[in-house]
């Protein structure tokens, strides 16, 4: 065997003088600026959400007033003089006054009818719209919340390993599924079940469109959010916690709905809040399932129409760009946009605000 | 209550107490909610399985390639997917190739570049708080942002039909000969009112040899060889206005067209990207990181060679997540777009467009069944698309998963 | 009990000289046997924790188990309440007996078992609610009580942790907001709240300072006038000031077993007497 050459005896190899790095100094400042633009996108899209939205709702309760053909002037439309020929102040043209819109009947109108009938009896009282959005989320909320909960508190502290391995994979493929085939399926499966003879005594006549409907689609689609959002808050619970109660000769009812769940709270709240905020967004399935009849009701069997609902029937419909209705699209998707902005946030807050702080 | 109670009491007062109270069973409530949570939980599965047992019965009997190649005729019996097939794969792969770089860029910069002072960590805290507000944003506001961002620019350079900058496309007028042939005369700008026929045409066929153009006062005054009679033109009447377009045809404003539904889609799924980008590369051990700073590398350089590689599996799961919800997304392109009938695939960038769930939408809000059939038909094509999508991503994901420390 | 809120910890030398205040010298052999394990054995999936551990726990007597670390003292701690119950994997065989109940036995109660048998654990854990219904949740669960009972029994178990001075004006913040140390007597006063014949304890003073540590020392001796304690400990000093018996335990095997003042002074393993000089371990 050769007795290894002593490596300590040899000169260490020469090195050359280190490479500039002026270069690499220059490619991380180009590389964090092309980052920094990157990043700053979002706060564009935010702008530029806010900006959009905002300047053509104000198109929108600027809409009543004419242009005079002759002179050019422009004359504003009021309540009292909608759907009257007015002469024009300037040069005495005869104008037809289009229908009013102010931001006051807007916030508080409970009646919605910007497209048929005389200019006159045009409403825009945006609160039909909500009504029937509030009514498909409640209707929603009433079957994914508990629905969540329960199959979360099953998730985090019952489920055997191999229960879970059927159920955490379909919940899954349930969040994967696009929103607009749970509105076929509230359409062509839960309407006609709703509609069943065997019901008919209990519920009473469903509409073929129908806020029910829409709003148990709705509910399956939050499903899965609601119970992933809640496992995840139960799970940031400590086992600490758990074992304390065990300790003390809890069982497991008592440890997940005495001990856990109200360890969790904030976390629970804060994803019904945005599992709401959702719901309060959802479109494709109350657009094919919930009808377009905007209306203040609170029968869950009758037709109605969203926010979203009415926004996709502009979209749809061969009304022109300028028209006042088509205009009332911006204003309709700036207060969803608001709606669901302070439900996120309230959201998020809640969860960060009032999280327990644990040793 | 102290004086009821000396401090030096040995006695458990339960021993006392007990005698007035009575102890709860509590074996029955807890063996009643075990088996509560169960049914309740096996709901979800059961509606999983109504639905997709649903929507396969009902579409299953119109399911071929036919249904696949062809184009929605308003026959249903002759309906197809084709071009709205095509339109989900030219959407989705735009906007992927805009949303993932830029969402994993974004990711990058918020928690590999930690801020230094005190603007920059506000800064940073903004951006973050405003990405997890943007997820919350329904997609309809997305669609609406999109219809006057990018399908009219807010109608501040033009229209779409008047575009204010155009490249990779001409427009012709056409001629119909009286051999029944196509004679198409070059126009230089789109919004000339129509070429009347006139003699000295500069004319092409269609495949863009020049021809000479015979034009006669009437027909009778027609050739009558049959190679002179298909370039033969009657005078004085209107031409047709078409374009041909190459695949770099490109304008602005974008129209109802792939690229504008690209962006928009960009804009809804890029808070998905950024955050499952940013939990990977959360997920990564800072002593890599250290690692790397600690022989000299620049942030740029510890991310380029340690952090993105250990991250990317994590990215993949995200960004494949994200690309589906990109894929049965209906609601801002229908917003943008509206549902329009395309009969074509598209061929460019700026042409028209129509998506898979667009198509479904379309079919399922008509009354009659066999356009609920063809509905269903279409949710189990895009349910097929995926499956694969996103086995395709459990797949990479095994791949390239290794152990990070 | 509040007189004594600060105790000084003297320095003591590496072999342990037991503290002179306290009477420590009655063996426990007139106590009935609170506990009895006899051809123990304890699993963790493959992994054996612990092998035919023969063990007999007096009654109204502080017990600790002492041993390095893994040598399976918790393990036996935690089974003795089937806290390991909940743990994937752990299962255990042999005689485990509580008085005339068959610990280990399916037909066994465990809630019932559990509240013969509290627990205090490593790390403070109340919950994150009042200080009065961390206590008041045990009695809450086991028993319909009268509210006027109730504040009694919060009352009492308060004073015998040694918490009810520092506590009793704010008996309805949240416990979190508790220092580390009274978190711990809380936790206490929470286990013996539902009146338990044993109260086993698992390095209740590893998380916490100095102070605190020696104020639950004084109240594990003044409890073990009711209860019977069983203590796990990694501290020798603190098993030889306050525990009348030591059992030894060694990579699952238990090594040694008898009085406190015979184990530290005169043990009769070799093992035994390098892990009370502090040789290893």
Known sequence: ?359 | MSALMPADQRQHPLLEIARRTRVRDRRWTDAAFRWFCIATALCSVLILAVLLASIFVQGYGRLSWHFLQHYPEPDPRWAGIGPALWGTVWVCCVCGLFALPIGVATAVFLEEFPPQRWWTRRLHNFIQLNISNLAGVPSVVYGILGLTLFVSMAHLAGTPQQPFWEIGVRYYDQFWSLGDRAVLVPVSDPQAPPTLAHAGLHAQNFDGQRIDVTVVKSRRDAPQAPDQLQYTLIEGRPAGRISKSSWYHMRIPLGRSVLAAALTLMLVILPIVIIASQEALRSVPSSLREAGLGIGATPWQVVRTVTLPAAIPGMMTGSILAMSRAIGEAAPILIMAGAVFISTSPGSLVDEVTVMPLQIYDWASRPQVEFHQLAATGILVLLAVLLVFNSLAVFIRQRTQKPLS | MSAMSTVEIKHLPSIVSLPQHRDLDQEGSTNKTALRLADFNAWYGAYQALHNVHLLIPEKQVTSLIGPSGCGKSTLLRWMNRMNDIVPGARAMGQLQLLDVDVLAKSTDVVALRRRIGIVFQKPNPFPKSIYDNVAFGPRLHFKIKPADLDQLVEWSLRKAALWDEVKNRLHESALSLSGGQQQRLCIARAIAVGPDVLLMDEPCSALDPGSTARIEDLIFELKEQYTIVIVTHNMQQAARCSNRTAFFFEGRLIEEGSTKQVFTTPREKKTEDYVTGKFG
């Open chain 1, 1 to 359: 065997m050769a007795t290894p050459e002593p490596i300590f005896d040899k000169p260490l190899p020469t090195t050359g003088p280190f490479r500039s790095l002026r270069g690499t100094y220059v490619r991380e400042s180009v590389v964090k600026s092309l980052l920094v633009l990157c990043a700053s996108l979002s706060i564009f899209t935010t702008l530029a959400i806010v900006v959009v939205l905002f300047i053509e709702a104000a198109q929108f309760f600027r809409a009543g007033k004419v242009t005079c053909p002759q002179c050019a002037q422009v004359t504003f439309s009021s309540d009292e003089i909608a759907g009257q020929e007015i002469p024009c102040r300037h040069c005495g043209q005869a104008l037809k006054m289009p229908a009013h819109v102010s931001l006051w009947g807007f916030l508080t109108g409970t009646e919605w009818n910007p497209l048929i009938g005389k200019e006159q009896d045009k409403r825009f009282g945006v609160w039909a719209l909500i009504s029937g959005t509030l009514m498909v989320s409640l209707v929603a909320m009433a079957f994914a919340l508990p629905l969540g909960l329960i199959t979360a508190i099953y998730l985090s502290e019952y489920a055997h390993p191999r229960t879970r391995m059927i159920l955490k994979p379909s919940l899954e493929v349930l969040a994967g599924i696009p929103t607009v085939v749970f509105g076929f399926f509230a359409l062509t499966v839960i309407t006609p079940a709703l509609q069943l003879p065997a019901l008919r005594w209990l519920l009473g006549e469903f509409n073929t469109y129908n806020a029910l409907s829409a709003g148990i689609a709705v509910g399956i689609l939050c499903l899965p959010i609601v119970s992933s959002l809640v496992e995840d808050a139960l799970q940031a619970v400590p086992r600490s916690l758990r074992e304390g109660a065990y300790g003390l000769g809890a069982t497991k009812f008592d440890v997940s709905i005495k001990v856990v769940v109200p360890a969790a709270l904030s976390g629970i709240i804060s994803a019904f809040l945005l599992a709401v905020s959702r719901t309060v967004g959802e479109t494709m399935i109350v657009a094919l399932a919930a009808g377009s009849r905007p209306h203040l009701t609170l029968d869950p069997r009758d037709d109605t129409q969203t926010m979203t609902g009415w926004m996709v029937q502009m979209a749809l419909g061969d009304v022109s760009n300028f028209d006042v209705a088509y205009l009332s699209m911006y204003a309709v998707a700036a207060v969803l946009f608001i709606m669901t902005l302070a439900l996120t946030y309230v959201g998020n807050v809640v969860r960060w605000r009032f999280r327990e702080v644990y040793q």
